[in-house]
């Protein structure tokens, strides 16, 4: 193919989604959808592509490779079956849903209709995130001990108001949602998780989920971890923040907003990052190369069951251990 079609489903943050398409070189986007008529219509004018509030419409345009599915979270899978139904490659903003049986239902019709499924967590594509992949899996931190992600931000009231935090379209609040992206880079430096023990609540908002949570981790290593998650964090402060830090026997790394501020590795391996540069520009070469996306569904799901297992954890006041058994309570 000349170039590999996109249509943008969702234009809250799914507009500037769709404005990084317009922009690569080997994407086309033809067309956004959404179902507020005005901002279908205003993000559709600005980018020159036609709009439609019902998202179907471009399900039989030989034009659409991919569908970028950028709704409340809890619809991820809802619009991801009917498009991966209809021969449509599907990337999902993340996490890839909202609860683990979603997630499944997901996977396994694009599985079934043989189409590439992908998430977009963008901080794997971030070349300082990349390079400490690249000294994990050199051994240049030595073995694992220690890794911690920390996530320190604000939301307002008014930014829970609708469907943020609730458990069926968000699927939990500050965990999966914001401090999600450096769950998932937590578990990608440290691989797999065994057992979770959590705590979370709601310390300043009106909502059904949780605006802070604290998680220990024991990783199937012998590693142990930490995150930290809390949308309540003052505003206008200038201080809010995200960071992972991971430590070995021979090496550390310290990476505050996507930037590493400490670094010290056992031998220092010269990096130089020439991948694709976001989640759009992975799928365009997956289509093309017939690889698999950097996350793809299974590998997507792996964030979302331990901020589920937290929760569990919490309500439950036991440690939880991996795999979850879906089903096991109403937030899985």
């Not at 964030?303 to 939880?320: C, D, M, N, R």
Request: glycine fraction near 10%.
């Amino acid at each position: 193919m000349d170039k590999v079609g996109f249509v943008v489903v969702g234009l809250g943050m799914g507009s500037a989604r769709a404005q990084q398409i317009a922009q690569i070189p080997d994407a086309k986007l033809v067309g956004v959808a959404d179902l507020n008529a005005e901002r279908a219509k205003s993000v559709g004018e600005k980018l020159g592509v036609p709009y439609v509030t019902d998202y179907r419409q471009f399900l039989t345009n030989k034009d659409v490779h991919v569908v970028m599915v950028m709704t409340p979270s809890g619809l991820h899978a809802e619009v991801g079956v009917e498009a991966a139904r209809a021969g449509k490659h599907v990337l999902t903003t993340k996490p890839i849903e909202s609860s683990l049986a979603r997630a499944d239902w997901l996977i396994d019709e694009c599985r079934k209709a043989g189409v590439i499924l992908a998430c977009d967590f963008e901080s794997r594509f971030v070349p300082d995130n990349v390079r400490i992949k690249r000294a994990i899996e050199t051994g240049e931190f030595g073995r694992l001990l220690l890794g911690e992600a920390r996530l320190k931000w604000f939301r307002s009231q008014q930014y829970y108001d609708g469907w943020h935090g609730t458990w069926r379209y968000d699927g939990g609040g500050s965990l999966i949602n914001q401090t999600v992206h450096w769950i998932d880079l937590l578990q990608w430096y440290m691989g797999p998780v065994e057992r979770v023990l959590a705590k979370v609540a709601v310390l300043n908002h009106k909502i059904e989920t949780e605006d802070t949570g604290l998680a220990i981790l024991e990783f199937r290593s012998g590693a142990l971890g930490t995150i930290l998650g809390t949308t309540t964090y003052p505003p206008n402060s200038g201080a809010e923040y995200t960071t992972i830090e991971i430590h070995g026997d021979r090496g550390l790394v310290v990476c505050r907003d996507a930037k590493i501020q400490a670094w010290k590795a056992d031998p220092d391996t010269p990096f130089e990052y020439k991948g694709p540069k976001n989640s759009m520009e992975d799928m365009i070469e997956a289509i093309r190369q017939g690889r698999p996306p950097m996350v793809d569904g299974p590998e997507a799901k792996k964030s979302l069951e331990i901020v589920k297992a937290a929760y569990h954890s919490s309500f439950t006041g036991q440690p939880v251990s991996l795999p979850l058994k879906v089903g096991e309570a109403q937030y899985f």
